[in-house]
């Protein structure tokens, strides 16, 4: 399907280029014949058939021996975008004290060493620090590498900004982080800089929703270092280390079929093989006059392993990775070892060997897998939790660093919201009367903060604090945008305040101002209705609508709880809280205004209520404990025992007689599988008005929580503030929340896999291994992205996270989430620090606030209630003041869509590609089996979407918009248990109606003018 057609004037396909930046194959090398072009360049890495499709396989792989063992040696380096120094100290190598590493300087001693050698191999993988490194090279020298990329020398493999972490990051921020790495590659390098294979060796499990991501982004195979050590050992006896994984359970298979392999040694070389700076091994000496002559030896060692290593695999080829952490920077010594390798291993062949060992890249080793024509063991599940021994899983960096976790999923909602204005707004938008603001810092931010160290909350604390200044300043830049943006689309340039620590009543614009005026604008394409709360110091106001009706608004006491932790940074009294609604994709304008004489505010009655609801939902307390005791849905009359309480696990200090391993940023292992109660009963206090009710429940100086029940609201709401843990005691804390329903649920618990399909998880059960379960809690904790639900025949209890969390269900009928963890010692996983978070404002220990929202249904509808809900909480609205009066042309309402987007229908990216092109993804946000309403076909026309925006041209990209979808051809593979899927082409009812089936993203270039 080649489209791009316009108003009444059909494009040529060939056109699609036009303003756009995406290079087509054809205008770089079409074929293998193509000789000259740009600087002299010969040599093409693509293969075009004689049918003249183009195969994405390279043609620069040096040859292989079919009746011998091939080990392809893959010469790379693995460069954290921040862990134990920041990126930027990464890429200078500065503070080599901390630890060795520069990146700049691998770059260059790695091109140089290539040159002196066409038969030398390299991959690079971040193109965070690619990027930097290509900026400051010489255009002879970009030449140069440019020469090295298109002969196949240098190959990008991933490619995305960073290497994401798989449990803790969010599908929206993935596909973005992974676009604009591979957007650069390819419009610096043209198709021969695509990345062909996804290579995530670090990374602490493996999510299906990345497989999937993959899958959709083109990829031909992935390849990874850290699995379970029982699914290894598992997997190396059945010759299953190399599988093909379908990754979603509705998208039509092959879409999400992934080729994945298992890398033989984490990502290092084999023991004895390093021949970096940073490592020991002996060098090969190899003339013979000399006494320490030991070319023999290291022949004899080199062939032992292969030979061992390739028991484990399949075909007669095998890998290795020959590089690790930061190698590199003084490539010579690698080369000139690995070319000796090569030369004398090579040369036992006279002598009868069957080993043949060349330089290789990870698609020369795939496009040899994918010759074999094998078929491959069939995988559905994940890779969660990782363990790499008895009592080291790594499920304790599934909830590490909780606030940056929370900074993190806010940050995202802001960037969308800052693309989003940026179209809708026009060039205004970047320049206007706000001054200059871009989109491009904060992109840049995010993209660093999904790096595997990053928002996994595993790096060094000043590392983590870079990340949040670095999130903070991409933040001040989208906030000048966002400013000019709505000052165009409302016509009144009054100055907008922004006030970002709402969730702590601080803004000192509303605690002061007797008339102000509230934007807010909804970033999700259907209307949403969203409570406010804003800190104020008056007793009684007015608030009204866009149209100047008013709005019920109540005034409530700021809590004590609240008043700890925004400490002196915020002195409002009472809080103002209303419900807003606003348009899809645009906002409305609310005006409030300080009342001289009103009733007096709501106040906070000392007793425990045995209940507060609303229209939608009943909440019942224990008048002894005060604690939750039931939740009833009202409309579907179904009704549940729900108790929640809040405990901690002791944390491991590793004096332990089973192992001596502790608890720490990366691994969860509490001393006991019991968890201590932090109160059995809660002080309460109640605050019942007729825009909210609240039970503010007290468990200890460092755990409270509000029960909240908004007005119009279908979830119920737990605000939890927990912090400083205490440590006095020496001993680390790691605190859960326990919700215990009489749901019977089989020890069966559900998770989302980066905030998108759901996976089944079962207590002390792999779905494809014999598990031998030595944790009982953290060998039982998964990643919990956005949300985790439990459910019988008839009850659906589905909790939504704010952030990414790990949790369990160790009990029938029980879920339990980790909120906060506070760990005196480090667990020996590299990082070196424990994890004790303090800050400026919190010296005595960081103190963490967040929100899960309960909802209840019936499991056949519970996704229609909780997909729209925890889109709400990732993109929740953004709110902009402005103080006194408005002018009176001001539009107080706007919206970017003509109409509401289907209910299965989620706009994951609206954002500015080029002058007049912009990205749009629209997703089908529910799975083929969840909804009877929504898990449906949807049709959308694109030329309809937009109300100021004229669309002209329509091309459809793969998922990381580096590659036309019809141009994206992959490998295909065969499952063992399965038939090979046929590939299915749907066809859209017109080129601009374009039809999403359950789960699927689709990718489109708009050609676009504003109206
Ligand atoms: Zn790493």
Redesign the pocket.
């Known amino acids: 399907m080649r489209v791009f057609f316009g108003l009444g004037k059909e494009f040529r396909s060939g056109d699609r280029l036009q303003g756009t930046r995406l290079r087509r194959d054809s205008s770089y090398c079409s074929d293998t014949l193509w000789l000259g072009g740009v600087g002299g360049i010969r040599q093409c890495c693509l293969r075009v058939s004689a049918e003249g499709t183009k195969l994405p396989q390279p043609t620069s792989c040096h040859a292989t021996k079919p009746n011998m063992l091939n080990v392809h040696l893959v010469p790379h380096t693995?460069d954290?975008v921040g862990?134990l120094k920041t990126v930027d100290q990464y890429f200078y190598g500065d503070r080599n004290n901390i630890q060795h590493a520069g990146v700049q300087y691998i770059l260059d001693s790695v091109v140089d060493q290539l040159l002196k050698n066409p038969d030398r191999r390299f991959i690079y993988v971040e193109t965070a620090f690619f990027y930097r490194w290509w900026k400051q090279q010489s255009s002879s020298a970009q030449r140069t590498v440019k020469q090295l990329v298109n002969e196949g020398r240098l190959e990008f493999v991933n490619g995305g900004w960073c290497?994401s972490d798989e449990a803790t990051t969010h599908y929206s921020a993935v596909i973005d982080q992974m676009t604009m790495g591979l957007r650069f590659l390819n419009e610096t390098f043209g198709p021969c800089g695509r990345p062909r294979v996804a290579w995530h060796i670090?990374?602490f499990g493996h999510a299906r929703e990345h497989a999937s991501v993959f899958a959709q982004m083109g990829y031909d195979g992935f390849f990874f270092g850290r699995l379970d050590y029982q699914d290894r050992a598992r997997r190396m006896v059945e010759k299953e280390q190399e599988l093909l994984w379908r990754a979603s359970d509705s998208l039509t298979p092959p879409m999400a079929d992934l080729f994945t392999g298992i890398l033989p040694n984490g990502y290092n070389p084999p023991e004895g093989f390093c021949w970096d700076q940073l490592c020991d091994d002996p060098p090969i000496r190899d003339d013979p006059d000399l006494e320490d002559y030991n070319v023999d030896d290291v022949v004899k060692r080199f062939l032992a392993i292969a030979n061992s290593q390739a028991l484990a695999y399949k075909t007669n080829h095998i890998i290795m990775t020959m590089g690790s952490?930061f190698q590199y920077e003084n490539a010579n010594l690698w080369y000139k070892n690995l070319d000796k390798l090569i030369h004398y291993v090579n040369a036992q062949q006279a002598n009868g060997s069957k080993v043949n060992v060349l330089y290789s890249t990870p698609s020369c080793y795939l496009q040899e897998l994918h010759r074999a024509n094998l078929t491959w063991a069939l995988k559905t599940d994940d890779f969660f939790p990782y363990a790499d021994d008895a009592h080291d899983f790594w499920t304790g960096y599934f909830t590490s660093r909780p606030a940056l976790k929370r900074y993190e999923r806010i940050s995202n909602g802001n960037l969308q919201i800052c693309n989003q204005l940026e179209v809708l707004g026009g060039p205004v938008s970047r320049k206007g009367p706000f001054g200059e603001g871009d989109s491009q810092t904060m992109k840049k931010a995010m993209a660093v903060a999904q790096h595997?160290?990053a928002v996994s909350g595993t790096e060094k604390q000043h590392v983590a604090n870079d990340y949040a200044r670095r999130l903070a300043n991409g933040w001040q830049h989208c906030q000048v945008l966002v400013s000019n943006s709505l000052a165009a689309l409302s016509g009144s340039s009054a100055e907008r305040i922004y006030c970002d620590n709402l969730n702590i009543s601080v803004c000192p614009l509303t605690e002061s101002s007797k008339k102000f005026s509230v934007n807010v604008y909804n970033p999700l394409a259907r209307p949403v209705t969203w409570p406010v709360r804003l800190p104020v110091n008056g007793t009684a106001y007015t608030v009204s609508d866009a149209r100047g009706e008013s709005v019920d608004c109540r005034v409530v006491p700021v809590s004590r709880a609240t008043r700890g932790v925004r400490r002196n940074r915020g002195f409002a009294v009472n809080e103002l809280v209303f419900q807003v609604q606003a348009p899809p994709l645009g906002y409305s304008t609310y005006s409030v205004s300080l009342l001289r004489d009103g009733p007096p505010p709501a106040s906070a009655q000392h007793r425990t209520p045995t209940v507060i609801q609303n229209k939608f939902l009943q909440v019942t307390f224990d008048p002894d404990t005060g604690l939750l005791s039931s939740l009833s849905n009202l409309e579907t009359k179904q009704s549940i025992k729900l108790t929640q309480n809040f405990y901690w696990y002791n944390a491991s200090d590793g004096n332990n007689l089973e192992s001596a391993q502790p608890s720490g940023a990366y691994i969860f292992r509490p001393n006991s599988s019991e968890p201590f109660v932090i109160s059995q009963t809660a002080e309460t206090e109640t605050v019942q008005t007729s825009a909210v009710q609240e039970v503010r429940q007290r468990f200890s100086p460092w755990v409270s929580q509000v029960v909240r029940l908004y007005t119009d609201s279908r979830a119920l709401e737990l605000e939890w503030t927990v912090g400083p843990l205490p440590i006095h005691d020496n001993l680390g804390k790691e605190v859960i929340t326990r919700l215990d329903t009489s749901i019977r649920t089989s020890e069966i618990f559900y998770t989302d896999s980066n905030g998108r399909e759901v996976l089944q998880r079962k207590k002390d059960f792999r779905p494809t291994w014999h598990l031998k379960q030595s944790e009982p809690i953290a060998g039982n904790y998964y990643p919990i992205n956005s949300r985790a639900f439990i459910k019988d025949d008839v009850d659906q209890l589905t909790v939504v996270t704010d952030r990414s969390q790990g949790g369990g269900s160790i009990h029938n009928g029980s879920l339990e989430i980790m909120l906060h963890r506070r760990l005196l010692y480090d667990d020996v996983r590299g990082v070196g620090e424990p994890l004790n978070e303090t800050s400026g404002v919190f010296p005595e220990g960081l103190v963490v606030r967040g929100r899960l929202l309960l909802s209840l249904d019936r499991p056949p509808a519970a996704a229609d209630a909780h997909r729209p809900l925890a889109q709400g909480v990732v993109l929740q609205p953004l709110l902009t003041f402005t103080n006194g009066d408005l002018s009176p042309n001001t539009r107080l309402e706007f919206s970017g869509l003509q109409a509401a987007l289907p209910s299965a229908v989620h706009l994951l990216t609206l954002t500015q590609w080029d002058k007049d092109s912009v990205l749009l993804r629209l997703e089908h946000q529910f799975q083929s089996w969840e909804s009877k309403v929504n898990s449906q076909p949807v049709t959308v026309n694109l030329q309809k979407l937009f109300s100021t925006l004229e669309v002209l041209g329509v091309s459809e990209l793969n998922l990381s918009a580096n590659q036309w979808k019809d141009e994206m051809i992959r490998f295909d593979w065969t499952p063992q248990t399965d038939k090979k899927p046929p590939l299915k082409m749907s066809k859209d009812p017109s080129t601009w109606e374009v039809t999403l089936r359950p789960m699927e993203i689709r990718t489109f270039l708009l050609k676009v003018s504003l109206r």
Do not use: F
Request: hydrophobic residues 20%; glycine residues 0%.
């Open positions: 693995h954290d862990w290497m670090d990374p952490d595997h160290d």
